[in-house]
């Protein structure tokens, strides 16, 4: 079967899915998730649903604010580029198409930006860019 565009929520909620089991079982990732999330996987799953759905299909389940968490997890760019690496690869897995294009350009953007504001907080400033 061909892959097709990500279009509803159920193919949100697959994407999600899929990219976070991947993460759990991966060495580098898994570690720093599961040390945080701990037994919290279904409620950080839910608040993924709805931060793709909103980002990706418009609609506007999602109203926080996903950088402030990040903040001080012991990460480094090695872990941006295997989160990344994760996300292509689940992507191009389940969809093709230029949602599934979107999904990708997204997730890159939002690694690249949290990378930058962890290093700029980390150098010493006192607020962290939000």
């Known amino acids: 079967m061909e892959p ?3 279009s509803c929520f159920d193919d ?19 570690p720093v998730f599961g040390g945080v ?6 409620d950080h799953l839910g608040k993924m649903y709805r931060f793709w759905q909103t980002v ?6 999602y109203g926080g ?7 001080k ?20 897995e389940h969809f ?11 997730a890159d953007r939002m690694a690249e930006m949290f990378e930058f504001k ?3 907080y980390r150098r010493g400033h006192k607020e962290p860019l939000i």
């Open 4 to 6: 097709r565009d990500i």
């Open 12 to 30: 949100i909620k697959a994407l999600v899915d899929s990219f976070y089991g991947k993460v759990r079982e991966d060495t580098l990732l898994g």
């Open 37 to 42: 999330i701990r037994d919290r996987w279904p």
């Open 56 to 61: 990706l299909l418009g609609e506007r389940t």
């Open 65 to 71: 604010s996903p950088f402030l968490p990040h903040l």
């Open 73 to 92: 997890l012991p990460v480094s760019s090695e872990h941006f580029d295997r989160w990344k690496q994760l996300f292509h690869r689940t992507v191009d």
């Open 96 to 106: 093709r198409g230029p949602k599934a294009d979107e999904a990708k350009w997204r």
């Open 118 to 120: 962890i290093d700029h």
